[in-house]
Every structure is written in C-alpha cells, then in structure tokens.
C-alpha cells in the first residue's frame, strides 16, 4: 500500500489539470490515512482545499478572477484603510470597469460559442501588461474589472486606454470573418491621501460605472475618466 502511495504521489510531479490535481490531492490523502501516515495525509487534504478555494475565486468561463474575488480584495482593502491613521498615506488605486461594445450583436449574429471566444480572448488581451498587483476579474456578463493598486491618475488611464486599443486592434476577424470588438471603460482612481474616513469601494465602483457609461454616450471605443470635478474622454480617429 505504501507503494500505491508513492506512485500516486509520482504523478503530482508533472502538469495535471487543476481538477485532475484536486482529485489526486484528495486520493492520495485518503490512501496515506488508511496506512496511519495522518501528517502526509493532512498536508495533501490542505493542498486539496487550497486548489478548491483558487477554482472558487476564478471565473470558469475567462480563467480570470471573477466577482467574488474582487469584491473580497475590495473588502480587505477597506479593511486596510480602517487601520490607517490620519496622519498616514493609503495606497492609491484605480478601478476600470469594462464593457464589450454591441456584445448582444456579437451572439446573435455568430452565435454564443463565438462569443465565449470572444470574452475568453478580451480576457487574456486585458490581463496584459498589467502593473505588479494589479488583475482583471469578470464583473458579470460581458463586464470585466481592472484593479490597478499603486500607479497614479494619468498611469491608469493609460493603462486602461492601452488595453482598449489591444482589443480594437486585435485580429477578430481570424476568429470568425466580418467580427469587429470593441470595448468602453470607465475608471475611477482614488489618490493615497491622508485619510480621516476611508472611501468605501461601492462608491468608487459607481463612480467607475457612471464614467463606463459616459464612455458609451461619447460613441464606445472610448475611455472616460475624471480630471478634478470634470468627465474627460479619450477621443480615437479609429
């Protein structure tokens, strides 16, 4: 049986799928715990859970984060800034929501395997060149969210609107003749002041929204963002 064991622990060595690893995690553990080897099979349940809780905060469609996700990154920052003092900096952070422009069209007129594609693809083409700490997590639907911990304003905006780019300037057609996607974002920064009241994230992803919309008024394709008290959007000859 120990031999059982050791063979089963052989095949975590190469490159298993996630759900094939969980499954192995779990068997192993349960082979070892019939031998009394309970400190082996403790350390492969707690691998199991670990994979269990990753699968659970990624998005199954996109492999990207997904709501839950954000909303617990959100909270814990929340939770951070409840900590800091007045006399003490927060971190800034920006917060893009993005929407796919026309995406109903998209699976109405190529149909809904084209568009898991589709969002797949925006995905992947969002999640590049993002700062340290940052990520991309699907809001809902045809919704993604950007966090951008750390960069300021005029950095964020450019981050976002060369993320808009890569999606207008991708090949669509490669994945089926006649597509075209494009995206609209709207992103809200929060500057790292001293704080005497922390901003909540609600309130940012609002603000967020409301500039996502403004960005779908002034045409798609856009990115619109706040510069002191005035909506600003940036305007493309594409």
């Known amino acids: 049986m120990a031999e059982v064991g050791a ?20 068997s ?23 994979i269990a809780r990753a699968g659970s905060l990624r998005d199954t469609l996109t492999s990207s ?10 909270d814990g ?19 893009a929501l993005i929407d796919l ?18 969002l797949r693809r925006v995905a992947d083409l969002l999640q590049e060149e993002l700062p340290p700490g940052g990520f991309c997590a699907r809001y809902g639907g045809e919704e993604f969210a950007l966090v951008l ?11 976002a609107d060369a993320a808009r780019a890569r999606v207008a300037h991708h090949p669509w057609s490669e994945v089926q003749p006649g597509l075209r996607v494009t995206v609209s ?16 994230p609600e309130r940012q992803l609002r603000c967020a929204d409301t500039l996502l919309y403004a960005a779908k008024r002034a045409g798609r394709n856009k990115v619109a963002y706040r510069d002191h008290e005035t909506t600003r959007v940036i305007t493309h000859s594409e």
Do not use: C, M
């Not at 709501?67 to 617990?72: E, K």
């Not at 422009?101 to 589709?118: A, E, I």
């Open 7 to 26: 063979v089963a622990e052989d095949e975590l060595r190469g490159s298993p799928e996630p759900g094939d690893l969980l499954s192995l995690h779990e």
């Open 28 to 50: 192993i553990a349960g082979l070892l715990a019939t031998q009394g080897d309970w400190r082996r099979a403790y350390h492969h349940l707690r691998s199991a859970l670990d």
């Open 65 to 74: 984060y997904n709501r839950r996700y954000l909303d617990q990154w959100l």
């Open 77 to 95: 920052l929340l939770s951070e800034q409840h900590g800091i003092s007045a006399q003490h900096r927060r971190p800034e952070v920006a917060v």
């Open 101 to 118: 422009d026309l995406f109903k069209n998209v699976n109405d007129t190529y149909g809904h395997l084209v568009g898991d594609r589709v």
């Open 149 to 159: 911990p750390g960069v300021d304003a005029p950095r964020a905006v450019r981050i």
């Open 185 to 200: 974002i709207g992103i809200a920064h929060e500057p790292g002041t001293a704080l005497a009241r922390p901003v909540s």
